[in-house]
């Protein structure tokens, strides 16, 4: 039974977090130049990595990588993951051998990383990551999955000379301050995780995305898998999936992640997966789907505080752009259809009337927050504002409790179901305010 963290350890590890958010000016600083030297320095541990599957893309990366872990550890296997951001405490992010790293590792890890880094500028991403592979580098695992942070081609992930495979999930537009705002710029980033001579696998894109993906293959020498062109998959009523990947052919039942584009994003792991590891039997393939969990993304919200709180079903997720409402929007009313109470928050970093545009259609209201402790949030007038333009009773409240108690004390509406929507941060406050952390 897994212990609780000495009190030490976890504020040794909030310590080095502190200390390492501070050490660069800039949150963001997109290069390999840093994270190569930094590498070095430790060794580098990069290059002592089980085999590596790279993901990269704008939506639906969590859940593929959360996929191919439940579909690798259902064969026996021992997987790492380094995925980002986390939704309550940082440790969510690496995951070593199936289990998050302990605040005592963490601790050490960074401190370590922090000891050999020196004075030298680095990001708060660069340094993280550097202490991420050094951690897969010393414990044993057949697998690791790989997310990027953003984009791809600059992204401090992108130092593996000889990936097993990449995937490029659903490309979009999102984070246009870095990537810009051209599908095809935003493609040509997402693709520089491709290497030459090793396979990647990609969903289905949109034209100019494709090309953009295609030219960039072209250029280094290496094929792209694309999901429903060189794979053939059809959805089954029943929420599973028939695929034939051409060397074999596998029925996988419905996926434990809700939503309708979780058919797609397993049938792109299982494939990916299948081809790196082709001797995963196809019972393995068909329990992972059904045992994948992916906090944050279409989650009913456990019996906690908030729940209690509004006396009716919480539902919380992590969409924030245009692309994940319209799943979103897919995807709620198979789980309820007479209609939707939607609490959001939003960062200032995209325009939210894209994203509440999309869910107005099935809100019975719309209450607006800004998002506790995120310099970055939109604040809630603006964004009831933004909401106004598609929803025009939208309200706003001081936090998601307020907005949950003004349910609970309003006219009865037969119990419709709430959704808190609009952004991670927010996703992972409310897990936090709930005490449903992610493990």
């Not at 299948?274 to 969990?293: E, H, I």
């Not at 908030?306 to 994940?324: F, S, T, Y």
Request: hydrophobic share 45%; proline share 7%; charged share 20%.
């Amino acid at each position: 039974m897994p212990t609780s963290p000495a009190p030490d350890d976890t504020r040794r590890a909030t310590d080095a977090l502190s200390r390492l958010t501070a050490l660069h000016p800039k949150l963001i600083d997109l290069g390999l130049d840093r994270t190569f030297d930094l590498l070095a320095r430790l060794g580098n541990p990069h290059h002592r990595l089980p085999p590596v599957i790279h993901v990269a893309g704008t939506n639906g990366k969590g859940s593929v990588i959360a996929l191919m872990r439940a579909m690798a550890e259902a064969a026996g296997l021992r997987v790492h993951c380094y995925v980002s951001p986390h939704l309550c405490r940082f440790n969510e992010r690496i995951r070593l051998a199936g289990c998050l790293i302990g605040d005592g590792d963490l601790a050490d890890l960074l401190e370590e990383v922090e000891t050999a880094n020196g004075d030298m500028p680095v990001t708060f991403f660069e340094v993280t990551t550097a202490a991420a592979l050094l951690a897969f580098s010393r414990v044993e695992a057949d697998l690791l999955l790989l997310e990027t942070g953003l984009g791809g081609l600059l992204d401090s992930t992108n130092v593996l000379d000889a990936p097993a495979a990449t995937i490029i999930t659903p490309v979009a537009r999102d984070h246009e301050h870095f990537l810009g705002s051209e599908l095809a710029g935003i493609a040509g980033q997402k693709a520089g995780i491709m290497r030459g001579g090793t396979r990647c696998f990609s969903a289905a894109q949109a034209p100019e995305v494709m090309a953009a993906i295609e030219l960039h293959a072209a250029d280094i020498g290496t094929n792209v898998t694309v999901l429903g062109r060189d794979i053939s998959w059809r959805p089954d009523p029943d929420g599973g999936v028939k695929l034939d990947t051409g060397t074999r052919q596998v029925h996988l039942p419905a996926p434990s992640l809700k939503g309708p584009h979780q058919q797609a994003n397993m049938a792109l792991a299982a494939s990916a997966l299948a081809a790196v590891m082709p001797n995963l039997p196809d019972t393995a393939l068909a329990a992972g789907v059904t045992k994948a969990d992916w906090p944050g993304r279409l989650q009913r919200l456990a019996n906690g505080p908030l729940g209690q709180l509004a006396g009716r079903p919480i539902w919380v997720d992590g969409a924030h752009n245009a692309h994940g409402a319209d799943a979103l929007a897919a995807a709620l009313p198979a789980i309820n259809d007479r209609g939707w109470h939607f609490i959001c928050g939003a960062l200032d970093t995209r325009p939210a009337d894209e994203f509440l545009q999309r869910i107005a259609p099935l809100a019975s209201s719309i209450t607006c927050i800004t998002i506790p402790d995120q310099p970055a949030s939109l604040p809630a007038g603006e964004l009831a504002n933004a909401a106004r333009k598609s929803f025009p009773a939208a309200r706003i409240a001081s936090s998601v409790s307020g907005a949950l108690q003004a349910l609970a004390d309003g006219p009865d509406d037969s119990g419709l179901p709430v959704m808190i929507c609009g952004s991670l941060y927010l996703a992972g406050h409310v897990l936090v305010e709930n005490g449903s952390l992610p493990g």
